[in-house]
């Protein structure tokens, strides 16, 4: 049997284990450091509220704008959406019912889809003609979504979509991204439709011609990123991504930038089912739009020292969190942290 | 015969319309954010008195959004229904209510934008996009109308 004497015999996983542990950025730390303290006042709020002795009512807003703040760094620096942290995080944590934060969080992914998206589109990353087909099937099965999420019990949704972060985590560390696809041939489909592009690679000045293959396959798979996103309120950036990258053979930023784009039109039909149903309320949309959007403001600059590879293992371990958080809440069982 | 897939034209086809989408996107978009932060300030200001007292609030967002609607009518809005759908355009006067001019605004952008690039799409004779852009402004149309109601 081996012994690890020294530090330099330690086997190569502790030592990234350790080093990941030692490095674990600011922003994950602050957010989880205030997670705790939130569901404890969440808590004494819950005591408190039969005696009419609440917490004043701007201590809330405060605090969701805080820990959006830092969700809106964790998500840029991670390369996810804003969405896809904010329900699991603000439905375990927080005091709001799942419903109301469904409600924003489809609204705060569709803000931060409509700010970037005339700047995406302009560039040219983000393809329109790419988009329609997409969006157009995405956004149907949204509807159908959030009607079937607003139906079903709490408990099961909120079970369900503790077992989708889960599987979003499992996506996340399987999932090999390409930046550039190889498409022999383009598909009927999409050479009827005219999905094809040119765009100037900026770190090269490269001009790349892209097409796409599997078109209906693809357009198969938005049926269920659609419903997903209307059923758990979440973006669905962690599911356009691979199916438009890995599958249809889209470059990695095409993918990407359609992606954000494509939200603004799958997130808005879905929003307006949970705004008709009363599922809004302002003191939440407006504290955790404006924190999410100062957030990824600061992230963006970030990002230009962070590490990718390190940052994307700060956001499998926030979504594992969040998920198991999710989980146990909709099972009705402890959580451990 | 020429590539229909290596063209550069087919990428310029798609600027016209696409910056056409991008244009009419950032102008909601600017408008949309803008009227929800001003009427988010005049809301928590107290300047226009809300419907729900600002210390009520989180007395009541932990309900299922049915039981919420409920209470709040019961409570503070006296109306022979809860409001759902278009009704908080009937109480504009509200500060909290206020708030959801800003908040349509983000959620009909896209109608709008999509609305604007089918004369496009018809003078290039692009029957496809013209077809799927119409179903894409009547589902978003459908749904942004309340029609599609949901019961828990």
Request: glycine share 10%.
């Amino acid at each position: 049997m081996k012994v690890w004497g020294d530090r330099e015999e330690l086997p190569s996983v502790i030592r990234t284990g350790t080093l990941f542990a030692l490095r674990l950025g600011p922003p994950l730390f602050a957010l989880l450091m205030l997670l705790t303290p939130v569901e404890a006042l969440a808590a004494n709020e819950a005591l408190a509220g039969s005696a009419g002795e609440a917490v004043s009512w701007w201590v809330w807003p405060l605090v969701l704008l805080a820990v959006t703040f830092l969700m809106g760094i964790v998500a840029v620096l991670g390369g996810v959406g804003g969405g896809v942290l904010f329900v699991p995080i603000i439905s375990g944590f927080f005091p709001f019912h799942l419903d109301f934060v469904r409600g924003c969080g489809l609204l705060v992914a569709l803000s931060g889809a409509l700010a970037a998206g005339p700047g995406l589109l302009k560039a040219n990353l983000a393809s329109l003609r790419l988009a329609i087909p997409s969006a157009m099937i995405a956004s149907t099965c949204a509807i159908i979504g959030a009607m079937v999420g607003l139906a079903l019990p709490t408990h099961i949704i909120q079970t369900a979509l503790g077992a989708t972060i889960l599987g979003i985590v499992v996506l996340m560390l399987m999932a090999r991204k390409s930046e550039m696809p190889e498409v022999r041939r383009a598909d009927n489909l999409s050479s009827a439709l005219r999905i094809c592009g040119v765009y100037t690679e900026e770190s090269t000045g490269e001009q790349i011609n892209w097409k796409i293959h599997r078109t209906p396959t693809g357009m198969l798979l938005f049926v269920a990123v659609g419903v997903m996103a209307g059923m758990f309120g979440l973006g669905a950036g962690w599911a356009n991504v691979p199916v438009l990258n890995l599958l249809m053979g889209a470059p990695l930023k095409i993918s990407v930038a359609t992606s954000k784009f494509l939200l603004s039109i799958t997130d808005t039909s879905a929003a307006w089912i949970y705004l008709n149903q009363g599922c809004v309320i302002p003191m939440m949309v407006v504290p955790s739009l404006v924190g999410i959007m100062l957030g990824s403001f600061i992230g963006v600059r970030i990002l230009r020292v962070a590490k990718p590879a390190f940052v994307r293992w700060i956001v499998i371990v926030l979504l594992l969190f969040a998920g198991a958080k999710a989980l146990t809440k909709g099972l009705g069982l402890p959580f451990i942290v | 015969m020429t590539d229909p897939m290596s063209s550069e034209a087919n990428n310029q086809d798609a600027q016209d319309e696409q910056l056409l989408y991008a244009r009419a996107l950032e102008i909601g978009m600017y408008i949309g954010l803008v009227i929800l932060f001003i009427t988010f300030g005049v809301y928590v200001s107290g300047i226009m008195a809300p419907a729900v007292p600002l210390d009520r609030v989180s007395t009541y967002w932990h309900l299922p959004v049915h039981e919420y609607l409920e209470t709040v009518n019961q409570n503070h809005l006296h109306l022979a229904h809860p409001p759902t759908g278009w009704a908080w355009l009937t109480m504009l006067g509200k500060g909290d209510f206020l708030n959801f001019i800003g908040i349509a605004i983000l959620g009909g952008v896209t109608i709008i934008c999509y609305l604007a690039i089918i004369p496009t799409l018809l003078r290039k004779k692009d029957s496809a996009y013209v077809a799927m852009a119409l179903f894409e402004v009547i589902v978003l149309t459908l749904a942004a109308s309340g029609i599609l109601a949901v019961g828990h």
